[in-house]
C-alpha cells in the first residue's frame, strides 16, 4: 500500500521525517518529495508550499507520479469551534473553498459549477482516526474545515466563514487537496493541530505554536500509519 502524506510547511513534516527514519529523496517539480518505508508500507512524504495552487499541484503529483492510493495531510489550523484551543486537533469530516465567490451569478458562496461545495473525507480513515484518538486518550474533534489562500487574523472574517459554512476551523489548503483527491478517487484525511484561533493574536500565535502543534499533528499520523500498517 503507497500512501502519501503531505504538508504545506516544512514544520510539518519535518517531525514525520525525523520519526520515519532514512528517506529516498526525488525533487521534481519545485518540491521535494521523500520515500520511505514503514512497517511494509510506502510512503511518499512531501512539503507543498502554503496555498490551494501549491497544495492542489503536490497532492496530484504524489498520485500521478509516485501512485500513492491514499492521502494523509498533517498540519496546522486556525480555530473556530470554542471547543478547540491551541495544541488541539480536528480531522476534517468534510471540506469547502471560503474565498471562492461568484455569487454575482447567483451561486452560493464556496460553489463552482459542476463542483462540490463540502467534500467529505473517507469514512474509513476517520474509524481509524477515532481508534487512534481513544488509544491515545486524545480529545479529537471531528468538523467542517473551509480552507483559502488567506492566512486569517481578523474576528470578522472568522465570523463569516463560521456562519457561511459551519466551519469548525479554517486553513489554506485542505480543500484543494480534497478536490485532487475526490476527483482521481483517492481517499483522503486531513488533521490539523490548532496553532491559533484566526483573530488579531493569530500572527503572533501561529509563530508561536506552529512548531509544537504540527507536531502534535505529525504524532497522531503516525499512529494512523501503525494501524493501517496491520
Ligand atoms: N493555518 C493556521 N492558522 C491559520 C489562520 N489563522 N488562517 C489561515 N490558515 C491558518
Known amino acids: 500500500m503507497k500512501i502519501a502524506i503531505m504538508g504545506a510547511m516544512v514544520e510539518e513534516i519535518t517531525p ?92 452560493p458562496d464556496g460553489f463552482i459549477p459542476e463542483g462540490k461545495l463540502f467534500i467529505k473525507s473517507d469514512d474509513a480513515l476517520l474509524v481509524i482516526a477515532k481508534e487512534v484518538a481513544s488509544q491515545m486518550d486524545k480529545n479529537l474533534l471531528e468538523g467542517v474545515i473551509a480552507t483559502g489562500d488567506q492566512f486569517v487574523a481578523d474576528l470578522k472574517r472568522k465570523n463569516w466563514i463560521a456562519d457561511t459554512f459551519a466551519a469548525d476551523a479554517l486553513e489554506m ?15 483522503f484525511f486531513i488533521l490539523r493541530a490548532i496553532s491559533d484561533t484566526a483573530d488579531m493574536d ?26 493501517l500498517a496491520v
Open 16 to 107: 514525520l521525517l525525523e520519526a520515519l527514519g532514512t528517506h529516498r529523496k526525488t525533487e521534481y517539480a519545485g518540491n521535494v518529495y521523500y520515500e520511505v518505508e514503514y512497517k511494509g508500507l510506502e510512503l511518499v512524504i512531501a512539503y507543498s508550499k502554503i496555498g490551494k495552487v501549491f497544495s492542489t499541484l503536490t497532492a496530484a503529483t504524489m498520485i500521478e507520479k509516485f501512485g500513492a492510493e491514499k492521502l494523509l495531510f498533517s498540519g496546522v489550523a486556525g480555530g473556530i469551534n470554542p471547543r478547540l484551543k491551541i495544541g488541539d486537533l480536528i480531522a476534517a469530516t468534510s471540506l469547502c473553498q471560503h474565498d471562492v465567490d461568484i455569487t454575482a451569478f447567483g451561486h
Open 202 to 227: 493569530a500572527g503572533f500565535n501561529f509563530d508561536k505554536f506552529l512548531e509544537s502543534s504540527a507536531k502534535e499533528s505529525a504524532t497522531f499520523i503516525i499512529k494512523m500509519l501503525d494501524k
Open 173 to 187: 489548503e485542505g480543500a484543494s487537496v480534497a478536490v485532487v483527491c475526490d476527483a482521481l478517487d483517492v481517499p
